[in-house]
């Protein structure tokens, strides 16, 4: 069993809602990219969202797009982030690590390359925003290195597309909350909680709900409905301008605990 299905067993034999923080790996501070992503675990976080920079990003807001720019600006790259997943290994063997990105870096770096490093420095999982399920061919490569594959659904969606992502999803299936980038601030939970349940009804993995949650109400109100919640933009804007490593550990943990015990309570 992988970590992230290992992580979400657990959550529901406890009856718990996964929180899922996602944050652009190198920003604020290269240096301290390792002791962020333990911070986010001290604070609470089931699975870590790893985003890798790029520079043409399609679905992230002006967030996520700063941060890309800044940790690009300061050299980061695809093999910078397989080394702090795998220094964040030496101290932490359980938590998941997804690598959210875009395709061009992995093609770049080459898929079989790519899976093999990703694998052996511990990651669990991608995202790749640009890669549909109908083109998604060019990462089988990824998969039978035993990467999961985590797949976008969205209010868009249609039904019969629907069915054929919740019978390929792996790991957890992301439902988007609105058709937008990240980081928008318009959250129906409504229109949400009936969408999730249609999914949770056809889907083989659990669902997880991003875009749009920002702070601890609006985390708690999708707990109601859904396996987990994925927030971003909040904590990267939180994180922007952190100077050292005190600095974004308490930021981090600052931010998210309260969310941990918003999705507890």
Same mark, same amino acid.
């Given at each position: 069993?992988? %970590?992230?299905?290992?992580?979400?067993?657990?959550?529901?034999?406890?009856? %718990?809602?996964?929180?899922?923080?996602?944050?652009?790996?190198?920003?604020?501070?290269?240096?301290?990219?390792?002791?962020?992503?333990?911070?986010?675990?001290?604070?609470?976080?089931?699975?870590?969202?790893?985003?890798?920079?790029?520079?043409?990003?399609?679905?992230?807001?002006?967030?996520?797009?700063?941060?890309?720019?800044?940790?690009?600006?300061?050299?980061?790259?695809?093999?910078?982030?397989?080394?702090?997943? !795998?220094?964040?290994?030496?101290?932490?063997?359980?938590?998941?690590?997804?690598?959210?990105?875009?395709?061009?870096?992995?093609?770049?770096?080459?898929?079989?390359?790519?899976?093999?490093?990703?694998?052996?420095?511990?990651?669990?999982?991608?995202?790749?925003?640009?890669?549909?399920?109908?083109? !998604?061919?060019?990462?089988?490569?990824?998969?039978?290195?035993? &990467?999961?594959?985590?797949?976008?659904? /969205?209010?868009?969606?249609?039904?019969?597309?629907?069915?054929?992502?919740?019978?390929?999803?792996?790991?957890?299936?992301?439902?988007?909350?609105?058709?937008?980038?990240?980081?928008?601030?318009? &959250?129906?939970?409504?229109?949400? /909680?009936?969408?999730?349940?249609?999914?949770?009804?056809? !889907?083989?993995?659990?669902?997880?709900?991003?875009?749009?949650?920002?702070? /601890?109400?609006?985390?708690?109100?999708?707990?109601?409905?859904?396996?987990?919640?994925?927030?971003?933009?909040?904590?990267?804007? %939180?994180?922007?301008?952190?100077?050292?490593?005190?600095?974004?550990?308490? %930021?981090?943990?600052?931010?998210?605990?309260?969310?941990?015990?918003?999705?507890?309570?």
């Amino acid at each position: 069993m992988s %970590r992230i299905d290992r992580r979400f067993e657990q959550l529901k034999s406890a009856g %718990r809602t996964g929180l899922i923080p996602f944050v652009t790996a190198g920003d604020p501070s290269p240096e301290h990219a390792v002791a962020l992503m333990h911070a986010l675990v001290d604070a609470g976080a089931d699975v870590i969202e790893l985003g890798v920079p790029f520079s043409d990003p399609m679905a992230d807001g002006p967030v996520i797009q700063h941060a890309s720019e800044r940790a690009i600006a300061k050299g980061v790259g695809l093999g910078d982030v397989l080394g702090w997943v !795998s220094q964040f290994r030496q101290r932490d063997a359980d938590t998941p690590i997804v690598l959210m990105g875009y395709l061009n870096p992995i093609e770049i770096h080459g898929y079989v390359r790519f899976a093999q490093e990703a694998v052996q420095a511990g990651v669990d999982g991608v995202l790749v925003v640009d890669c549909p399920l109908e083109e !998604s061919s060019v990462l089988q490569p990824l998969r039978h290195a035993g &990467l999961q594959q985590i797949l976008l659904a /969205a209010p868009t969606t249609a039904p019969s597309r629907m069915v054929q992502l919740c019978g390929s999803a792996q790991g957890f299936l992301y439902y988007v909350s609105f058709a937008g980038i990240t980081g928008a601030a318009r &959250l129906s939970t409504n229109d949400i /909680a009936a969408r999730v349940a249609d999914i949770r009804a056809k !889907s083989k993995a659990p669902v997880a709900v991003g875009f749009g949650v920002r702070d /601890a109400q609006s985390a708690k109100a999708i707990a109601g409905f859904a396996d987990a919640v994925v927030i971003g933009s909040a904590l990267v804007e %939180r994180l922007a301008g952190a100077e050292d490593v005190d600095d974004v550990v308490a %930021r981090a943990k600052d931010f998210l605990a309260p969310i941990r015990k918003a999705l507890d309570a």
